[in-house]
């Protein structure tokens, strides 16, 4: 595994605080150009920027893009862009989520068809053109992160729309990672547990809940070590879910309760 310096960061779906605390992890290691491809770019410059230590003149620079991942032909003319200002990324972080009102039963067909395309249909399309880019050309190590979810092991019942297309971007970015093998090109797949951020804003902490700071820093340590394969954060969810996706389904419904 050759490890990966991390000159230009492309984060899709910009404006996440997950994705803010893995730049402000990575930075520091030789990053220079951080792209945040977000719907609100400007939005995204100001999070970011928070979460980046204080600034020195070896701080990296941090430009906005406006991009959508519902527009699956925008992936193509943003990475062009980002090549042309700033040189093709070293990692590219996709960080696109909507977690809707939390629940599964009640929601109509345009709001499930919107989170499958927002968490699945569009994610997936946006990795399929980053992965032929960054593997066409020659290099040493270049990462694709992308930010699942344990809420995709085992789907809850006031979840398994969110956590159904979590499941379906995950599996596809394990095939891909597959696919990948022998260019360089790794991808690791990131399967947070619950995580205080905006998305969360308002729900009852789960058990094991953890910070952005806290994924930020395993996404990082993988990235920078040429890591690939699956991280869960915290490590611990990684054998318990291991244990909870074989449940009985009876069990598993008293297990997951409501929550
Ligand atoms: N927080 C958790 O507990 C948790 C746990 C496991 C996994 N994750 C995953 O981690 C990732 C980051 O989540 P987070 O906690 O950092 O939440 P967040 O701050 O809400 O980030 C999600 C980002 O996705 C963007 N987004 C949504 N729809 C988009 C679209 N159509 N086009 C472009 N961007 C879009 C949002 O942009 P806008 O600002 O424009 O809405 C927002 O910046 C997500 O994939 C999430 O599923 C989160």
């Given at each position: 595994m050759a490890a990966i310096t991390p000159g230009t960061v492309l984060v899709l779906g910009g404006g996440s605080d997950i994705g803010a605390a893995c730049v402000a992890a990575l930075a520091g290691n030789g990053l220079r150009d951080v792209v945040l491809a977000a719907r609100d770019p400007e939005a995204a410059v100001r999070t970011v920027t928070a979460a980046l230590p204080e600034p020195t003149d070896d701080s990296p620079r941090v430009h906005g893009l406006t991009w959508d991942a519902l527009d699956v032909g925008a992936t193509g003319p943003l990475l062009d862009e980002v090549v042309d200002r700033w040189g093709l990324p070293d990692v590219v972080v996709v960080a696109v989520g909507l977690l809707g009102h939390h629940a599964g039963l009640g929601l109509g067909p345009a709001q499930v068809d919107e989170m499958v395309r927002t968490n699945f249909a569009g994610p997936a399309a946006a990795l399929a053109v980053v992965a032929e880019r960054l593997a066409a050309e020659p290099g040493t190590g270049r990462s694709i992160v992308v930010l699942s979810s344990v809420a995709g092991v085992r789907p809850r019942r006031s979840n398994f729309v969110y956590g159904s297309s979590k499941a379906g971007v995950d599996a596809f970015a394990q095939g891909l990672g597959d696919a990948l093998a022998g260019t360089p090109v790794r991808v690791l797949v990131v399967r947070p547990g619950f995580v205080r951020s905006s998305m969360t804003e308002?729900?009852?902490?789960?058990?094991?809940?953890?910070?952005?700071?806290?994924?930020?820093?395993?996404?990082?340590r993988a990235v920078l070590s040429g890591r690939s394969g699956v991280v869960s954060v915290p490590g611990v969810l990684r054998p318990l879910f291991g244990v909870l996706r074989l449940l009985p389904r009876p069990w598993w419904q008293r297990v997951a309760g409501d929550r």
């Open positions: 308002g729900l009852d902490p789960a058990p094991f809940a953890t910070d952005p700071d806290t994924v930020g820093r395993a996404v990082a």
